[in-house]
């Protein structure tokens, strides 16, 4: 089993759509969680870290469910900049090492 | 801040030669840097995680003797990839976490570096 798991997709959206991705992580010592986003070739860019509580940065919402191991991204009013690829990423307690999931494409269309 | 940048961004050498590949971080100083690989359509993958002035920690399945890392100060680690083969062929990016200019916890990754071994 994959240590952090996502839907592939892609999700292909029609501007001003909101747009749900889920992940799921298997181990249950991990500490931080984040969400980033990928470009095509190019490096991964830090989209928001995600709290126990949720927390939201403008049209974007994460959640987490510590309990069942789960991890959300919410878009809200999609816009055609934010097609891309989605990680989901989770921190270990130890040595500080990310591990990623492969990434949920969007593709967002007028 | 928090800058990190990586040399070179594309190479293409012939199979059997070493490609070193620099990763440094601009505005800070890093006592930790990550190396990962992406394969196409793939996840990132550690591959290795070297703290300055000693040796990198490879992750299992990455060989040490065919991915050597240097990370001789706060601002430079270095990748070589020895007798590249195709397979080798990839994209490299670093990460860099320090505790100068950042959080301690936060990695800044570097912009990539694409590489094809013919």
């Known amino acids: 089993r994959k240590e952090v798991e996502q839907d592939p997709g892609p999700f292909n959206v029609p501007e001003g759509a909101t747009v749900a991705f889920n992940c799921t992580y298997s181990n249950s010592a991990s500490q931080s969680f984040f969400w980033y986003r990928q470009d095509c070739r190019k490096e991964p860019k830090l989209l928001m870290s995600v709290y126990s509580s949720g927390n939201e940065d403008g049209r974007f919402t994460a959640q987490l469910n510590r309990a069942s191991q789960y991890i959300s991204l919410l878009i809200r009013d999609s816009k055609l900049s934010d097609s891309a690829t989605y990680l989901c990423v989770v921190n270990d307690r130890y040595g500080n090492k990310l591990v990623f999931g492969a990434g949920t494409i969007l593709r967002v269309k007028s | 801040g928090a800058v990190v940048s990586q040399h070179p961004s594309r190479v293409i050498c012939k199979s059997g030669t070493s490609v070193k590949i620099e990763c440094r971080s601009l505005d800070f100083q890093a006592t930790t840097m990550f190396w990962y690989r992406q394969f196409p359509k793939q996840s990132l993958m550690l591959m290795a995680t070297?703290?300055?002035?000693?040796?990198?920690?490879?992750e299992q399945g990455v060989e040490k003797d065919k991915f050597l890392i240097n990370h001789a100060s706060l601002t430079l680690s270095t990748l070589t990839v020895t007798s590249a083969h195709p397979e080798d062929s990839s994209f490299y990016i670093c990460s860099a976490s320090g505790t100068s200019g950042g959080d301690t916890d936060t990695q800044y990754f570097g912009p990539g570096t694409r590489l094809t071994v013919l």
């Open positions: 070297s703290n300055e002035g000693s040796k990198a920690t490879y």
